[in-house]
């Protein structure tokens, strides 16, 4: 399973629908967008292949009220830290989001992932 279907399934099983990279204009609310914004690279000097990758996820929720996105963003994180099959760490706290164009609150956070290569 990639780090996307993992994320996909986590966001999906809070009742957040989930896009990579941007949702479409008529996205079902709550809803989320995830992107790999970057990760450590693992090299070797010989040819040996590392067995386990990292990446770093930045996810953003939109709905229609802040206090929501702020009890979705909480019960994301610790469902993602509590996982057993990857290793993710928060990269710092949520940053907070208004557009003034769709009326929607949103919350953005990275994520270390590490998982198998």
Do not use: C
């Amino acid at each position: 399973m990639t780090v996307f279907e993992w994320v996909a399934e986590r966001l999906e099983s809070l009742g957040i629908a989930a896009y990579p990279v941007a949702a479409p204009a008529d996205a079902e609310r709550p809803y989320a967008a995830y992107q790999r914004v970057g990760g450590r690279s693992i090299s070797f000097l010989g040819t040996e292949l590392p067995s386990v990758k990292n990446e770093r996820v930045q996810i953003a929720i939109w709905a229609e009220r802040a206090l929501q996105v702020e009890a979705l963003g909480l019960q994301l994180e610790n469902l993602l830290m509590s996982a057993e099959d990857f290793q993710v760490e928060p990269i710092g706290s949520p940053i907070d989001d208004h557009d003034e164009e769709t009326g929607l609150y949103g919350s953005r956070q990275d994520f270390s992932i590490w998982s198998p290569r």
